[in-house]
C-alpha cells in the first residue's frame, strides 16, 4: 500500500489503476467512484487505522472497455504498471505510472472515435500587439499528430474556435476572469498560472522541436500564443511519460486564410450536428462517402475551415472533375477499402503502443502504394499527380514489413507468433526447439509405457506443475524407482523424472527467449519504421486527401451537383440550387430555385407563409457557398460565386436558454455579432429579426438592422420576414429586392409550392397553418372572427404600420400642426428614447393632429 500512496500522492485528481497480478486495483475515493461508475463490485482489502480499505477491480486483459467508459465519462486514469519481473523480485515488485489518460489525449484505437479528432486545447490570456484583450490558443490531436497555435482577439471568435474545434480537454490557467459560459464545458482542467508562462513555454517548444527559436513557426513575437502552446507541451510530456517523434512540429493557423463562421452559425448550417444534437440528416451526414476513417476526419476538418484561396480550391474542383471524367473515383475507392487508418497506426508506431495488427495493415497499405500511384499518374491531372508525388515510395518499408510479419498476426505481441518464420535465425532455432517438444513427449511416453507395462500411463504438461508423467491411482504401486512424485489428485498420481526435468528446462527456457527475441525484433521494426515517419505521415496525409476528393467525386456524380465557378468579381449567381439535407431525406422531389446578389442587389427581403421553404432557402445558399469553399461540387446547376470572408446566420430554431438568456436576448447578441463584424464579402441569413418582442420593437429593431446591413455593411443578405411593411424598403434605392415563397388555397386546403418568385408575398397564411399544425376547430374559427374585426379597424389597429410611417419624416409635416403638437414635439430629447418609447411618441403626435 505504500506504493499506492506513493502513486496516488503523484496523481491526486485523477483515478489510478493500479496493477496487481491480473488486474488493475483501484483503492479508497478511487475504488468507491468507479464501482459507481463502472457498475463493479465494491469489496475490500485489509485494513488501515483500524478500517476495511474499500478496493474494486478490473482485470488487465479487459481494462480497455473499462477505461474507455471513464474517458467517456470525462475522468482521467493512471496506469501504474509492475515494471519488474515477480519471478525475479525478492521483494515487492517495482511499480511505476507509465502514462496518464485523458480525455485529450488518448490514443488507444478502442478509445477514440473513428471519425473525429480527438483534441487537447490549451489557452493563455493577455494583450494583443494593440493593446486590447486577447486570447492565445493552442491545440493537438496526439492520435493524429498535428499542433496548431492561433490567437482570437474577444470572447465571440473564441467561442467559434471552441465549436470548431471541440476539444476534448481544454487547459486553462487557474485563475479568475475567466468567461462564465467556459465553465460549463465538460473537459475542462485548470492548471497551476505558471504552466502557462511565455518565458517557459519559449524554452519548451524549442527543446521539443529542436529549434534555435520560433522565428521558422511565425510566432517569435508572440506571447500568448507561446505560453499556450507551452502549457500544451508540457501537460503531453506530464502525462505521456515519452517522447512524442510524429508531433514534429506546430503550424500558425491565421483566420484571413478562412472563411469566419462564429458557434452560432455553425450551430444554425447543422454542419456535422443538429441543434436538438442528433448526428443523423446533418451536412456532413449526406457528404461523407470517404472510405478510410483518416479521410473521413480530413473531411470534417474542411467542413468546418472553408478556404478562401480560390487558388487551392479550384485544384480540388478540377481534381474531382478529372476523376468524374476519367471515371477513376470508383477504381481509387475500391484500392482504398484495403487501406486502414494509417495516420493513427503511425501514431501508435511513434508512441510504441502499435499492436501486430497494425503492422500487418500497414504493411497491405504500403504494398498497395505502386497500384495506386500509377492510377493516379495516368490521370493526368495536375492536381492528383501533386498527391501521388507526396505519396512517395516506400519500398524499403514495405519489404521490411513483408518479410518480418506474418499474414494474420495474432492480436497482442504476448501471444507470440508475430514476427513471420526465416526473418530471424535466432528466433527459427528457439521456435524449433519448442515445435520438436510434441514429437519428443511422444517418445517419451511411449518408452515409459514399454519401460514400465503400464499402458494408461500419460505424458503432460500444465502451466502450474509443467511438464508430468501420470499413472492412475490403481497403477500407482507399479511406477518405478526413479519416478519422483510431483503432484497428487483425486484419481492418480503425477511423477518427474531426470530426464523429463531437464527438458522442461530447456523447453521453457526456449520459450522464454523466444517471446523475449520477439519482442526484441519489435522494438526493432518500430525503431526502423520511425526513422521514415516523417515520410510516411506524408503518405498518409495525401491518402486522406485523395480519399476525400473520391468521396466529393461519388457524391457529385449520385446527386447530380455541379462544378462551382469561383470569380474574383463580387457577386453570387446560383441557379437551381438545393437544399443538400432536406433533398436527400424527402421523399417527394425538391423544388429548386435560384439567387441572384450583386452590386445593385445585396438583399433580398423573403416573405411568405411559415412552412414555405424561407429557412430552407437561405440555409441552401449558405451551404451551397460553403461546399464550394471546400473542393466540393454543390447542388445546384450553376453556381458562381465572388469572393466571400464570413457566413453569418441569426435563425431563431436553435436559441438554447441555458445560459440564463431570454429568447430575444440570444436573437439581439447574435444580431450585434453580425452587425459588427458583416462586410461587403459577407453572407448573412436574417430570419425573422423582431420576433421575440412586441410588435413596434420588433418592427423598429427588423427595419433597423436591414437598412444598417444594406447601408453600413453592404453584406450579401438574405432577409426572412413576417413583417409585410418592410417590403416597402424595396422601393427605397437600398440595394433591396423582393421575393416570396409561394402558396395556394386547393379545395380547402394550402399548397407550399416552395417556389420563389419576384416581389413580396400577399397574405401570410399563418392560420391556415396553425389548422394544419391541428389547432381545434374553435381556436381558428376564433382567430378568423378576430383578423376580420382587426382588418376592419385599420385606423386603431396597433399591429399596423403604414409604409408612409416606416419611410416618410413625417417630423416635417409636423411643424403645421397647432400649437400643442409643437409644444409636445419640442418637449421630447431625441437622444434619451429607446426606440419604442419614440415610436410610442410618434403615435402620440399624430393622435394631436
Avoid at 293 to 320: E, I, K, S, T, Y
Avoid at 540 to 568: G, H, K, M, N, Y
Avoid at 791 to 804: F, H, L, N, P, Y
Wanted: include cysteine.
Amino acid at each position: 500500500m505504500r506504493q499506492f500512496f506513493a502513486a496516488k500522492a503523484e496523481y491526486p485528481d485523477v483515478l489510478l489503476f493500479f496493477r496487481m497480478g491480473d488486474f488493475y486495483e483501484l483503492f479508497y475515493d478511487d475504488a468507491r467512484k468507479a464501482a459507481a461508475l463502472l457498475d463493479i463490485t465494491l469489496t475490500q482489502r485489509g485494513a488501515s487505522a483500524g478500517e476495511p480499505i474499500p478496493m474494486a477491480g478490473v482485470p488487465v486483459h479487459a481494462y480497455e472497455g473499462y477505461l474507455a467508459r471513464l474517458i467517456q465519462m470525462g475522468e482521467s486514469v493512471a496506469i501504474c504498471e509492475q515494471i519488474g519481473d515477480p519471478a525475479q523480485s525478492k521483494g515487492l515488485v517495482e511499480r511505476k505510472v507509465v502514462r496518464v489518460v485523458t480525455p485529450g489525449t488518448v490514443t488507444d484505437e478502442a478509445l477514440l472515435h473513428e471519425r473525429r479528432d480527438t483534441v487537447l486545447m490549451a489557452l493563455a490570456r493577455g494583450r494583443g500587439e494593440d493593446g486590447k484583450p486577447a486570447f492565445g490558443l493552442a491545440w493537438a490531436d496526439l492520435a493524429g499528430g498535428r499542433m496548431r497555435v492561433n490567437q482570437v482577439a474577444d470572447e465571440d471568435s473564441l467561442a467559434a474556435e471552441l465549436a470548431r474545434l471541440e476539444p476534448a480537454e481544454l487547459l486553462l490557467p487557474d485563475e479568475d476572469g475567466w468567461p462564465t459560459w467556459l465553465h460549463e464545458r465538460r473537459g475542462l482542467r485548470r492548471r497551476g498560472p505558471w504552466h502557462f508562462d511565455a518565458d517557459s513555454g519559449r524554452r519548451l517548444i524549442t527543446r521539443c522541436f529542436a529549434t534555435f527559436d520560433l522565428t521558422g513557426f511565425g510566432i517569435e513575437d508572440q506571447p500568448l500564443m507561446i505560453a499556450a502552446a507551452g502549457a500544451l507541451l508540457g501537460y503531453i510530456e506530464e502525462t505521456q511519460k515519452q517522447q512524442l517523434p510524429h508531433l514534429s512540429s506546430l503550424a500558425l493557423e491565421s483566420s484571413t486564410e478562412t472563411i469566419t463562421m462564429n458557434a452560432a452559425t455553425r450551430r444554425h448550417l447543422e454542419l456535422d450536428s443538429r441543434i436538438d444534437g442528433r448526428s443523423e440528416h446533418t451536412l456532413l451526414g449526406i457528404l461523407d462517402s470517404s472510405i478510410t476513417p483518416m479521410g473521413g476526419r480530413l473531411l470534417r476538418r474542411w467542413l468546418h475551415r472553408p478556404l478562401r484561396d480560390q487558388n487551392v480550391l479550384r485544384h480540388r474542383h478540377q481534381a474531382v472533375q478529372t476523376l468524374i471524367e476519367r471515371g477513376a473515383g470508383d477504381t481509387l475507392r475500391t484500392a482504398f477499402r484495403g487501406l486502414g487508418d494509417v495516420e493513427r497506426i503511425l501514431a501508435r508506431v511513434a508512441l510504441r503502443s502499435a499492436r501486430p495488427r497494425d503492422l500487418s495493415t500497414l504493411r497491405d497499405a504500403l504494398a498497395a502504394l505502386p497500384g495506386l500511384r500509377t492510377q493516379l499518374v495516368a490521370l493526368d491531372s495536375p492536381s492528383l499527380q501533386t498527391l501521388a508525388n507526396a505519396m512517395g515510395e516506400h519500398d524499403a518499408s514495405a519489404t521490411l514489413l513483408a518479410t518480418a510479419i506474418i499474414e494474420q498476426p495474432p492480436a497482442l505481441l504476448r501471444d507470440g507468433g508475430v514476427i513471420a518464420e526465416g526473418y530471424d535465425a535466432e528466433l527459427d532455432e528457439l521456435r524449433t526447439l519448442s515445435t520438436r517438444a510434441d514429437q519428443f513427449l511422444l517418445d517419451l511416453e511411449t518408452r515409459e509405457r514399454a519401460a514400465s507395462g503400464i499402458a494408461n500411463l500419460k505424458v503432460g504438461y500444465n502451466r502450474v506443475h509443467g511438464y508430468y508423467i501420470e499413472i492412475s491411482k490403481g497403477q500407482a504401486e507399479r511406477a518405478p524407482t526413479h519416478y519422483t512424485r510431483r503432484q497428487t489428485l483425486t484419481n492418480a498420481e503425477r511423477y518427474i523424472t531426470e530426464e523429463l526435468k531437464q527438458f522442461e528446462d530447456k523447453v521453457l527456457s526456449a520459450r522464454e527467449r523466444s517471446l523475449l527475441r520477439e519482442r526484441q525484433l519489435w522494438e526493432d521494426l518500430l525503431d526502423a519504421l520511425n526513422t521514415q515517419l516523417h515520410t510516411l505521415k506524408q503518405c498518409a496525409s495525401a491518402l486522406a486527401e485523395i480519399d476525400v476528393l473520391c468521396a466529393f467525386a461519388e457524391r457529385a456524380q449520385t446527386l447530380d451537383w455541379a462544378q462551382p465557378e469561383l470569380r474574383t468579381e463580387p457577386g453570387l449567381f446560383i441557379e437551381r440550387g438545393r437544399h443538400p439535407v432536406v433533398e436527400a431525406v424527402r421523399s417527394e422531389p425538391f423544388e429548386p430555385n435560384d439567387l441572384r446578389l450583386d452590386a445593385h442587389t445585396r438583399m433580398l427581403v423573403i416573405t411568405g407563409p411559415n412552412m414555405g421553404g424561407k429557412s430552407t432557402y437561405m440555409r441552401q445558399n449558405a451551404l451551397i457557398v460553403l461546399l464550394a469553399h471546400i473542393g466540393s461540387f454543390v447542388p445546384a446547376t450553376r453556381a458562381q460565386i465572388g469572393p466571400i470572408d464570413r457566413i453569418l446566420t441569426r435563425i431563431g430554431a436553435g436559441d438554447d436558454l441555458a445560459r440564463g438568456q431570454s429568447t430575444f436576448m440570444v436573437e439581439m447578441a447574435e444580431t450585434s455579432y453580425i452587425l459588427h463584424h458583416a462586410s461587403q464579402h459577407s453572407l448573412v441569413l436574417m430570419d425573422e429579426i423582431g420576433r421575440g418582442t412586441s410588435t413596434y420593437d420588433g418592427l423598429s429593431l427588423a427595419k433597423a438592422c436591414a437598412l444598417h446591413l444594406a447601408n453600413i455593411n453592404r453584406a450579401y443578405t438574405l432577409f426572412a420576414t413576417h413583417y409585410f411593411e418592410l417590403t416597402a424598403l424595396a422601393d427605397g434605392g437600398h440595394g433591396i429586392a423582393n421575393v416570396h415563397l409561394d402558396a395556394i388555397e386547393h379545395a380547402d386546403r394550402l399548397v407550399f409550392m416552395h417556389a420563389l418568385k419576384p416581389g413580396p408575398a400577399n397574405r401570410s397564411f399563418g392560420l391556415q397553418v396553425a389548422a394544419l399544425a391541428g389547432l381545434p376547430r374553435s381556436v381558428i374559427a376564433q382567430a378568423q372572427h378576430t383578423l376580420h374585426e382587426l382588418e376592419g379597424q385599420r385606423s386603431a389597429s396597433a399591429t399596423e404600420v403604414s409604409r408612409e410611417a416606416l419611410d416618410s419624416p413625417l417630423q416635417m409635416g409636423l411643424f403645421h400642426t397647432p400649437a400643442p403638437a409643437l409644444a409636445a414635439l419640442d418637449a421630447i430629447e431625441p437622444d434619451e428614447l429607446t426606440p419604442k418609447q419614440a415610436l410610442e411618441a410618434l403615435y402620440r403626435l399624430k393622435a394631436m393632429l
